[in-house]
């Protein structure tokens, strides 16, 4: 056998749920470790609304990590999509990263978590993230050793996702669980999402950056069309919609005179012309569509069917 095949035989590859509450920084952590902005971040709860891949490669192998909504009390159709796709991973993954907060450790959520957990079987890493939050390190103690009791002997991993020297113990705790095999994907590939999908998330984010109280989540985007450069160093030219549920939120999408869609609509467009590598032309249109986040075809038109 020769050195080669060898080495190619000790690789490991699969999938990693990374799941927990709503903004304990799942999407932060699994862009630090990808090295690529895969998901949109926010302040605000419930930012990721879909099962995001991504992938992450060393000489260990290949990880997919798949960042999951967070968990949080369902109130409409999407909620409860989002919170069924972030459960039903753990049942499908080689191992599951549980994200936990470092200055509110255990609510419900973890506690529903922990009995799906354990029903599921998989092996399981229990992070307790932010831990850069805490007043004082040595606070960190007590809460591994509260975690560590109820965790049976699943790894307990303090950590900041915004602190990069974190996370090589993290993927030396991950690689072990994960099943002998070459790549799932090429190299050069750190997501499995379409250009549209990362068009609609760069605008979403925008939204949910310059909206407050219940307008960002009651926002959706919608790629209406999108059409490639017609000549090299040509621009792309995208239409998108802003959904909202009730008129009295269109007005404060768009703001005064229309300067907060102009910022976002500036924001966004920067940043695609980043990601596609050529100019892009943008135009947003605000829509109000009441209920949209209970309807299932407007849903399904934003992958969230
Ligand atoms: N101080 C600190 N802030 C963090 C850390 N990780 C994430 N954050 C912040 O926490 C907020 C939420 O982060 P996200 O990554 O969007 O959280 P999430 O778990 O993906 O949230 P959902 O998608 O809503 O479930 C953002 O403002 C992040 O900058 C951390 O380790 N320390
Ligand atoms: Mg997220």
Not at 54 to 60: A, F, M, P, V
Not at 176 to 198: A, H, I, K, N, S
Request: neutral net charge; charged residues 25%.
């Amino acid at each position: 056998m020769s050195a080669d095949i060898k080495s190619k035989n000790d690789l490991r590859s699969g999938f990693v749920s990374v799941v927990g509450r709503t903004n304990v920084g799942k999407s932060t952590l699994v862009n630090a470790i990808v090295g690529e902005k895969v998901a949109i971040v926010t302040p605000k709860p419930q930012t990721t609304r879909n099962v995001i891949r991504g992938i992450y490669n060393d000489k260990r192998g290949q990880i997919v990590f798949m960042d999951t909504p967070g968990l949080h009390k369902p109130r409409t159709r999407m909620n409860e999509t989002m919170v069924r796709q972030a459960m039903d991973s753990i049942r499908s993954v080689d191992a599951v990263l549980w994200l936990l907060d470092a200055t509110a450790l255990w609510k419900d959520e973890e506690e529903r978590l922990f009995a799906a957990l354990r029903e599921a079987g998989r092996p399981v890493v229990m992070a307790i993230n932010q831990i850069d939050r805490l007043k004082n390190k040595s606070l960190a103690l007590p809460l591994i050793a509260e975690l560590s009791q109820k965790a049976q002997g699943w790894p307990v991993y303090p950590m900041s996702a915004l602190n990069k020297a974190d996370i090589p113990g993290l993927l030396d705790l991950l690689f072990p669980l994960l099943p002998e095999g070459e790549p799932l994907f090429p190299e050069e590939v750190y997501t499995d999402q379409m250009e549209r999908q990362l068009v609609a998330e760069i605008v979403r984010e925008q939204v949910f950056a310059r909206t407050r109280e219940e307008v960002p989540h009651c926002a959706g985007v919608l790629v209406e069309s999108f059409h490639e450069a017609k000549e090299e160093g040509g621009r792309v030219v995208i239409h998108c919609s802003i959904l909202v549920e009730r008129e009295s939120q269109k007005p404060i999408v768009i703001g005064r005179g229309g300067q907060n869609l102009k910022a976002i609509g500036t924001a966004a467009r920067q940043e695609m012309q980043r990601l596609l590598g050529c100019p892009v032309e943008l135009r947003l249109f605000v829509k109000v569509h009441p209920n949209w986040r209970d309807n299932p075809q407007i849903l399904r038109e934003m992958g969230l069917g």
